[in-house]
C-alpha cells in the first residue's frame, strides 16, 4: 500500500482511500489487498476504498479481479471490483512517453 487518504466529506459517512501503484501482475496480491482493506478498516473503523493505478491495460484488467481465497472447492472470500476505468487521463509514464494510467477500485 502506497498511500492511505482520509476523506471527510461535510454530509458525513467518512471512508479512507487506499492507493497501490501496480506496474504488473503479482502473486498473492489479492490476499494483501484483502488485508490491507480489513487492517484500515479494524484501525480506524471507516469503510475502505482500494484503488490500483495500473500503467497498462493488461495489469488493469488483471488487478479488475475477481480474486479468491480458497480451501479445497470451498470458497472463503471472493474479491470483486466496483469500478473499472479504462482510459483515464493521459500522464508521462516511467521511462516512456505518454501512457495511460488505469484505476482499479474495489
Same mark, same amino acid.
Given at each position: 500500500?502506497? %498511500?492511505?487518504?482520509? *476523506?471527510? #466529506? ?7 482511500? +487506499? @492507493?497501490?501503484?501496480? =506496474? +504488473? !501482475? ?8 484483502? $488485508? $490491507? ?9 471507516? &469503510?475502505?476504498? @482500494? *484503488?490500483?493505478?495500473?500503467?497498462? @491495460?493488461? %495489469?488493469?484488467?488483471? +488487478? ?8 479445497? %472447492?470451498? =470458497? =472463503?472470500?471472493?474479491?470483486? #471490483? !466496483?469500478? %473499472?476505468?479504462?482510459?483515464? &487521463? !493521459? ?11 488505469? *484505476? !482499479?477500485?474495489?
Amino acid at each position: 500500500m502506497d %498511500t492511505v487518504l482520509k *476523506v471527510e #466529506p461535510s454530509g458525513g459517512d467518512g471512508f479512507l482511500i +487506499a @492507493l497501490e501503484a501496480q =506496474t +504488473a !501482475r503479482a502473486p498473492g496480491k489479492g490476499c494483501s489487498w484483502s $488485508y $490491507y482493506v480489513a487492517y484500515l478498516h479494524a484501525k480506524f473503523g471507516m &469503510p475502505v476504498l @482500494l *484503488v490500483a493505478v495500473c500503467k497498462d @491495460l493488461p %495489469t488493469a484488467s488483471w +488487478a479488475a479481479g475477481p480474486f479468491e481465497c480458497r480451501v479445497g %472447492t470451498w =470458497t =472463503t472470500q471472493p474479491e470483486c #471490483p !466496483r469500478h %473499472t476505468e479504462h482510459g483515464g &487521463p !493521459r500522464h508521462a509514464g516511467v521511462g516512456q512517453g505518454n501512457s495511460e494510467i488505469l *484505476v !482499479r477500485m474495489a
